[in-house]
């Protein structure tokens, strides 16, 4: 058996207290979304958000992409950690979600960097592989039940060397439990069997709800 040991939140303080301080923006959108009640759950966690930093620094990464966008705080954190001549763009259909995320953007000095489509996120991405773009990061993290078609859409943008980043592929758990059946755990399980599949290297990070790094 591998040595873990569960993470909770008493190390996750110990761990934000040994690291990189976050951006004053950055802190002020998470107290706003702390504010919004059980649909504060679409945000990533703010140890996936560090890591999307770390892979961006690391690799030089010059370009992202992000399908399922809400009140901004991983595509800002992107912003943060992508040079000034990136190429950024954020995908959700979500029109009241948008313009809350573009008032923090302007806030951090980033909205010069991000452009927002407010449109479905498979007829987005259609349009960007028309366009032929490339991209270094793929965050995908929007409905779920379209997990499946956002990934082969997103292995057609991912450029050579980037990477395909999808959220909630643990579920809380659940998706290790056969017994729970609720229809939005058996799509994530038929997502992780399908990932699984796939010629693509990948793994599943057990980080925020589960982060599955595809490469």
Sequence with gaps: MDKNFIIDQNMINYIF???????????????????LGHIKKLQISILQANFIQFIIKINNYKSYLEIGTFTGYSILSAALALPKNCKLIGIDKNLKTN???????KEAKQDKKINLLCENGKIALENLIKKKEKYDVILIDADKENYINYFNQSLKLKSK???????????????????????????????????????????????????????
């Design 17 to 35: 207290s040994h690291t990189n301080n976050l951006h004053k923006v950055q802190k002020k959108l998470l107290k706003y979304n702390e504010k």
């Design 99 to 105: 313009n809350e995320a573009i008032k923090f953007f």
């Design 161 to 215: 060397k980037g990477i395909i980043l999808i959220d909630n592929t643990l579920w809380k758990g659940d998706v290790a439990n056969p017994k729970i059946k609720d229809k939005l755990t058996v799509k994530l399980r038929e997502f992780n069997k399908y990932i699984k599949k796939s010629p693509i290297s990948k793994y599943i990070l057990p980080i925020g709800d589960g982060f599955t790094v595809c490469w």
